[in-house]
């Protein structure tokens, strides 16, 4: 056994950090819609965004001015209002101010990591997504590697609570004593990066079955006991 990866993957768009026009609002909420439309055979894309404050909504430009050809099958994605592309531009260029709603899929570790010129960035538009397969080989049965395409701003404490089934209390004594490590070496409560990775003392022997598939957000669904 290779250990196992932890897909993250967002289940909301993050705000993108702009006033509204009408009352000042200081960011936008994503509509998951795109607007396209079509002049002299050349296309120009938005992402509709809408105020929370007063629902006055706006747009943001994706693409201008380009050709069915260069669209390629992006375009029956936009029409579509296909959830990837979405996610894709709202993430562009947009860090999230605060924790968003997120997944984690398991998936089993790979014996045979991909190069690292093979990886893709599926939050770069127009690009592919990446692959099921891990990009980076574990170190044994106990090692979890995160894949996270988009950054939720998750916190390893919170992850490693709900993805085990333990308490907060329960992780951070075990990562004072050692029995829990991070990788690159960092604190408990840092935010989880794509590429991380950590040591869990007897991992393979947490029934993950039992604890179910997880979506929280970081502190607001489903809160992990206390003890």
Request: charged share 25%.
């Amino acid at each position: 056994m290779h250990g196992l990866v932890w897909r993250i993957l967002p289940a909301a768009a993050p705000e993108f950090p702009a006033r509204c026009s009408h009352c000042t609002h200081p960011s936008l909420a994503c509509t998951g819609r795109f607007r396209v439309n079509s002049s002299a055979a050349l296309y120009d894309i938005w992402l509709i965004y809408r105020c929370a404050a007063c629902g006055r909504r706006w747009k943001r430009s994706i693409e201008r001015r380009v050709s069915r050809d260069r669209l390629g099958s992006r375009l029956d994605g936009y029409r579509a209002d296909d959830p990837h592309l979405v996610l894709r531009h709202a993430f562009a260029g947009v860090t999230p101010k605060s924790p968003l709603p997120y997944r984690v899929l398991h998936v089993p570790g790979s014996a045979n990591p991909r190069p690292e010129a093979e990886r893709k960035a599926p939050d770069t538009p127009g690009q592919a997504e990446a692959g099921p397969s891990a990009t980076l080989e574990l170190a044994g049965p106990d090692w979890v590697q995160v894949e996270q395409p988009f950054h939720c701003g998750v916190r390893w404490d919170r992850l490693l609570a709900r993805e085990l089934g333990w308490s907060r209390a329960r992780i951070d004594e075990l990562w004072r004593s050692g029995r829990i490590e991070l990788a690159p070496e960092r604190k408990l409560r840092a935010r989880v990066r794509d590429g991380d990775r950590a040591r869990i003392a007897d991992l393979a022997a947490v029934d993950l079955a039992a604890v179910g598939p997880w979506m929280g957000d970081a502190g607001q669904v489903g809160e992990t006991p206390k003890g």
